[in-house]
């Protein structure tokens, strides 16, 4: 017979990790003997044999009773589905360990890998890390918002950035937001973007200047990210409002004739027509 040490000795356990068996009763506990100690037999050393090697294979405690007593058949498809469970949280795990890695990675925490690679290009062009930032800070929302639209606005972010003119939009937006709101050279960037933003928009179409056809509510939280980031953007965008232009992310050509965006679709008189 033996003692509590000696059988989590012989099992590969601590005296505590048997105690903890007994209160879960998934060992049972003997009768003292007339000294008043516990004595086990070989069998209770296979039993908690069992036990913790069923623990030790990921298998909850509140199943190992039901594994203990099961026949062959329920014994594989109790495993089967133990081991089923074990992989969705392996696969859990992984994506946390990725998530986690993002941590440090900056722009890669919430966004995918494409639109990284569109920031950087913005850095590499030697934009100011502002511009950056307040691009970066409007796709968190809208790649969580849609995320199956990103390839499509991508695709059209990297046809826009291979036109030279795209590239001298943002190098003038560069330039205009390192003023402050009351820097009178503000108004002559806000003339030279109009300029730029009408030509794309009589060469090109109105949706090549914004096609990203989102809800009212949305477009609001991205400008306000937007003008956090970079307050000389409220100055800019009052200045584009008297030249024809009106919105941050959603940028829309002004009818002169009523105050307000023109339909998507409409055309716009030019005086020499």
Sequence with gaps: ???????????GVTVRAVRHYHAKGLLPEPERDHSGYRRYDAGAVVELIKIRTLAEAGVPLARVRELLHADAEEFATAVADIDQRLLTEIQDRQRHREQIARLAAGDNLALPQEVVDFLDHLRALGL?????????????????????RVPEWMARKRQQIADPRFIAFYRTLNQALAHPDDDPRLTDLADQLATYLTQ????RGETYVDDTDLEPPL?????T??????????RLIELLKQRGWTGW???QRMDRKVGRPLPPTAEVDHPAD
């Design 249 to 251: 992310t959603k940028l």
């Design 200 to 203: 794309l928009a009589d060469d």
């Design 219 to 223: 477009v609001a939280l991205m400008d």
């Design 128 to 148: 100011d890390e502002r511009i950056v930032e307040a691009e970066r800070d409007g796709w968190i929302p809208l790649a969580a918002h849609s995320p199956d």
């Design 1 to 11: 017979m033996l003692t509590i040490g000696e059988l989590a000795s012989y099992a």
């Design 225 to 234: 990210l937007a003008f956090d980031t970079i307050p000389p953007a409220r």
